[in-house]
């Protein structure tokens, strides 16, 4: 009897939900995880009521059998444990990673707080894990479980609303992307986008739906991808067409899975939609297939991988089936109309998104020439307050210049009168000077007289007396 965890990995709408109900019913009392890396879990710490929305009324609206509990009323019960290890990348950003990847040491802690809080032997049914298959059979003992559909009737299940199609395109948005996805990706026409809010993320994604051809591409590239990582890794393989149609596979599948000590579960009511696809649908799905199958060979997966999950798939190809030919060529019908609907919805996306563009580019150019305005207002109150100012010093020179004027004036009229104060004081000079010219010549005459020098003892004789 083997021990462990039990981990079944698949894409959505491989009949996941079914299997985990099956284990969830089951008398022997297993905990029943449903999509651990669903992006809903998050809530466990901002919201964890809400992890108890998901109920039966929309599991018939996805078309799910019906489950007595919310979906992920286990992990609702675990809440506090859980709520500080779930990351918003381990949905989608780090979608492919190995053990050696930075993060894998968060995921596995978060998947061992799953296991460790278990009330039963755990089944953790993933649908967002065959990007890292490989490091969680590494890192967890036990039985890995690879439940597959077949691509065609799964890809027309997806469209049973937009969310599917939209977590296709957050997958292939996600870091360290395979060669072989990146090519498809841009193949598909795929655009770069990531926010740190998954809902926005998710909102992008629908907002901009690829055409029927892109939209089968990409999500067989990525069911190609997974059967092949899958199968190489996975204990055990469970077709949900032939649990369905087949009772000796259903036997087969219960009889292995007890080998491995998986006991107490029931598949008789196993029911998954198989259609009856005309010529028309078959060229549409092999030119898509066709062209994954050259991109998966020539970018590094070998041939032979290829073919052998070929031949497996057809081993398991739903059976043709009697259906009334009236009714099956109205399916037909529908799925013509259905394609026709979803290329037209993309084209017209396609519109809308190219006229938000030039929406956004008139907006930003109106914002520019609004900033530049602004600016230019602004600079001209700046250029007006500076001519003010201009103005006001133009007026304070020009005060200051009449006052100079006044001030010269004033000092040409002083200016005037010290020039004839001047002239007059020139003019007593020369009156004087003249005067004194003419006293020395006299003096010098009465010197040169003889009387004067005949009374020279007498005038020293005088002179010594007033001594």
């Not at 707080?113 to 049914?125: E, F, K, W, Y």
């Not at 890192?139 to 890995?144: C, P, S, V």
Request: with cysteine.
């Amino acid at each position: 009897m083997t021990a462990g965890p039990i981990f079944v990995h698949s894409l959505f709408r491989s009949g996941s939900t079914y299997v985990f109900g099956v284990f969830r019913r089951s008398g022997v009392g297993y905990c029943c995880y449903q999509e651990p890396l669903n992006e809903f879990v998050r809530h466990a710490a901002d919201a964890p009521d809400r992890l108890l929305e998901i109920n039966a009324h929309d599991s018939s609206l996805l078309r799910h059998p019906i489950l007595k509990k919310p979906y992920f009323w286990e992990f609702y019960q675990i809440r506090e444990a859980i709520a500080p290890l779930f990351r918003k990348e381990f949905s989608y950003d780090t979608f492919f990673m190995a053990d050696g990847h930075p993060s894998f040491p968060y995921l596995k802690s978060y998947f061992q707080c799953l296991i460790d809080n278990a009330t039963g032997r755990p089944v953790l049914q993933c649908c967002r894990s065959f990007g890292r298959i490989a490091a969680l059979r590494n890192a967890f003992a036990g039985t890995h479980i690879h439940l597959w559909r077949n691509p065609r009737d799964q890809w027309w299940s997806y469209q049973v609303g937009d969310y599917f199609n939209a977590t296709t395109q957050l997958i292939l948005n996600a870091a360290q992307l395979p060669p072989v996805l990146a090519a498809v990706r841009e193949i598909c026409g795929i655009p770069d986008f990531h926010d740190l809010d998954v809902d926005m993320e998710l909102a992008h994604a629908r907002a901009h739906p690829l055409a029927s051809r892109e939209s089968y591409l990409s999500f067989y590239a990525l069911w190609m991808y997974s059967f092949l990582e899958t199968e190489r890794v996975a204990d055990l393989s469970i077709n949900i067409d032939s649990l369905t149609t087949s009772d000796v596979y259903r036997q087969h599948i219960l009889s292995a899975l007890a080998r491995r000590g998986i006991d107490g579960v029931d598949f008789s009511d196993c029911s998954s939609a198989q259609a009856r696809f005309s010529p028309d649908d078959v060229a549409f799905f092999t030119e898509a297939e066709d062209r994954a199958h050259e991109l998966f060979q020539s970018l590094g997966r070998e041939t032979t991988s290829v073919e052998s999950a070929l031949r497996l798939r057809a081993e398991h190809s739903p059976a043709s089936r009697g259906d009334a030919p009236n009714l099956a060529a109205s399916a037909d019908r529908a799925r013509k109309v259905a394609l026709r609907q979803m290329d037209a919805l993309a084209e017209a996306q396609r519109q809308v998104t190219a006229k938000e563009v030039a929406l956004a580019e008139s907006q930003r150019i109106v914002e520019v020439r609004g900033e530049e305005l602004a600016g230019a207002r602004y600079r001209s109150v700046q250029l007006e307050a500076e001519m003010q100012g201009v103005k006001a010093q133009l007026e304070g020179a020009k005060n200051a210049f009449s006052s100079l004027e006044t001030q010269l004036a004033a000092k040409d009229d002083d200016l005037a009168t010290a020039r004839s104060k001047i002239e007059e004081l020139n003019r007593d000079v020369t009156r004087w000077w003249t005067m004194a010219d003419g006293l020395d010549r006299h003096l010098k005459a009465v010197y040169a007289t003889r009387s004067w020098r005949v009374t020279a003892p007498l005038r020293r004789i005088a002179a010594a007396l007033k001594i």
